[in-house]
DNA sequence: ATATAATACTACGTAAGCCGATATATCGAC
DNA sequence: GTCGATATATCGGCTTACGTAGTATTATAT
């Protein structure tokens, strides 16, 4: 059977790099837009819904404590940041592809 | 309104790739598996459907005459050509979001 | 001759993703 | 004291993508 179970969402990437230093769902929202340059800009059905999958895959996960503010805090797991390193991999072996077609295109 | 509406699929980048050079389906199906090192594989159901939404968006189209043969060959437009060159760029700065994270992370 | 590979294509189902609307509550500024 | 921004969350629906299974024809190998 043909299994291409390894690409990730641009929003799940995101959200994945912005929990590398713990933040809060709202943080989330306003840090992936900042960095992806205004890009990518999240509606809340989207980022609590991703929120919901990547807790329930065991690659972010609530901290723990924090009963002082509404604020509800997240990061990334190891897991996380695996799926991430294999994301990068993917994602530079796309790139190195199509520069090496672009590159015989030119000439 | 967000919108969010510029990331291809894998299965659409690498079809688009495989068409600098005038193919017919079948071959693409064929050529994906190899340039992709085997990730990609395409049943026909895929490979149909994305051929023929890349046709209907101008990305691809059909090559003239060849009434000789039965293989149908396509290949890339002009505007394909700068699909997967924003596609790059994207992925590229997706890479090097991702990439200086991690170098932060590490330290 | 016949089986197998090459080649093209459709129909249908399912799952995932994303978004808008909506609800609710608090905080700060003016 | 009111309004906009901050903050969390759910629901329902739309769209798309992908896969499986099936149909059909022709070329090639044995």
Redesign the pocket.
């Known amino acids: ?4 179970k390894n690409a990730l ?4 990437f995101y959200i994945l790099l912005s929990l590398y230093s713990p933040l ?7 840090n992936v837009k900042e960095i992806s340059g205004g890009r990518v ?13 990547t807790v329930s895959k065991g690659w972010i996960q609530p901290m723990e404590g924090e009963k002082n503010s ?4 997240y990061q990334i797991t190891d897991t996380g940041k695996l799926i991430v390193q294999n994301e990068i991999s993917r994602l530079e072996e796309l790139v190195s592809n199509g520069k090496k077609i672009l590159g015989e295109d030119k000439r």
């Open positions: 059977m043909p299994e291409n969402t641009e929003v799940v809060h769902g709202y943080g989330i929202m306003q800009d999240l509606g809340p059905g989207t980022l609590y819904g991703a929120i919901n999958t509404r604020k509800k805090e």
